[in-house]
């Protein structure tokens, strides 16, 4: 079991870079269009992207989104990682800490603050709250000094998973439980398959401090588990999820803490406008891996390019910084403007 769990990890970074495992559905920022505001123009060189990540300063409304460690192959990824989130003061997500859990000596593959300064969040998949106390957590937290716990929910994933763990029983109530138990603010995440306005409307009950879309579009997790399940064809779930874009606007208009937009982020529009629409930050993390090919020069070369369309968007739309951003007029177009409506998505949040 131990092993399995840090095998696992590696097989997955192996997969995700060789074989096809992007969704086919897109994301639906294609369905938003933004119109530039109504001012005098702002040259790229005058944008500021500067924004608050969990309350700090940050240098540009991205992050790293949970990706590995917990076998020694993943160390040196996670330090590239983090070499290149110090250098653009964005923060860096961990994969899943239950490797650690499981066998205390691989807990170095996740330290990466004992290099870099950054703003660290740990992981931990929610079917595995009812096997760990809440003061197993914040230890597994407290060693890497993470800043935030990312809980992870797949249920999609888990089904697809060979060995997967479909325990989501009591899942929920174990998060509100231990939101009110650590000293941490815990944020909830999807792997690739969405959050719907009503688990953010469960979720907004507790004492759970944000949500991560992780909407399909993007990396599909379901494909990946296909490729290790040989026994079972279930390619009909393989194009599950609701899309990044579609989560994005379903949360915020019942929820009214932080979220964040993951799935398929790919380019400046797709953070432009998923900021637009309220999130808080967008998270990445296939590019992330790819990038990573050329180490953290790799990886250093990727952000400051998506740094730079980010600033070439805003520029285009007349936008000298986020609050400029927050504040465009925009219009939802078919299909996804069709689908808000049958959802009766109360778009009032937004201007
Ligand atoms: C190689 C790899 C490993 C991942 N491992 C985790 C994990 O351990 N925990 C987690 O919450 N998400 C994990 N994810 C999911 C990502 O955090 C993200 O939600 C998802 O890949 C969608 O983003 P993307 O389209 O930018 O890849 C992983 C993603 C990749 C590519």
Redesign the pocket.
Known sequence: MKNQTSSR?LE??K???NKD???KITNQFENILLLPKKSKTVAQSEVDLSSLFLGKKVGAPIFM??????HEKTFQINKNLAEAADEFNIPM????QRAMIENNSLAYTYDVKKYHDIILLG?I?IAQLANYKPSQIQHMLDEVHADAL???T?PAQEIAQPEGNLGFKNAFANLKSLAESIDYKVIL????NGISKEVAEKVSRTKVYGI?T??A???N?IA?ELFRNYSHDMDFIKEWGIPTAQSLIEIKSVFNRSVTA?????TGIDVVKAISLGADSC???????KANKDGSKGIKHYIARLIEDIKHEMSLLNCANINDLKALKFTINAPLSDILKQRNINLNYLR
């Open positions: 990890k997955h970074i997969l995700s870079l495992v992007q969704f989104s949970a990706m590995t460690g917990g997500g961990l994969g899943s992981n998949g990312c809980v992870h797949n995440k999807e792997v690739g991560d992780g909407g579009g993007g990396t997790w990946i993951t799935g398929g982020i790919r998270g990445i993390a296939m590019p992330m891996l």
